[in-house]
């Protein structure tokens, strides 16, 4: 993972914990969803994101979203190298193949 792009996961991934450690589970899905779309070509990242996604499932009770996450943390491992829908942001309310347009702040970073 490049640099830049490595850092800004990382600061969405800190956004996330930090807006979870506050109780505020819909901003830190927002930034997981973020950090998703940053690091799904990549295992450890891709992965991370998703067991996050699961916690805030757990957390809020939606148990929907935990069941789908878990899923999706099993397929991460098998497909972040091969493919991966670009722009998608991970969550069970998104078709997991699901192709969707990057936010243009993050699309400089995986140029």
């Known amino acids: 993972m490049k640099t830049k ?3 800004a996961f990382n600061n969405e991934m800190l956004q996330a914990k930090s807006a979870y450690n506050n109780g505020e589970y819909t901003q830190a899905f927002t930034h997981l969803e973020r950090a998703h779309i ?9 992965t991370l994101s998703h067991w996050w996604m699961c916690k805030i499932g757990f957390k809020t009770h939606n148990y929907k979203e ?3 996450q878990f899923m999706r943390i ?5 497909f972040s190298r091969l493919w991966v829908p670009k722009g998608n ?5 998104v ?3 699901k192709v969707m347009p990057v936010p243009e702040d993050l699309k400089h970073y995986l140029d």
């Open 95 to 97: 078709n997991p193949f």
């Open 5 to 7: 792009l490595k850092n």
């Open 89 to 93: 942001t991970g969550g069970t309310d």
């Open 66 to 68: 935990v069941i789908g």
């Open 74 to 78: 099993f397929a991460s491992v098998i």
């Open 38 to 46: 940053l690091g799904q070509s990549y295992i450890i990242p891709h």
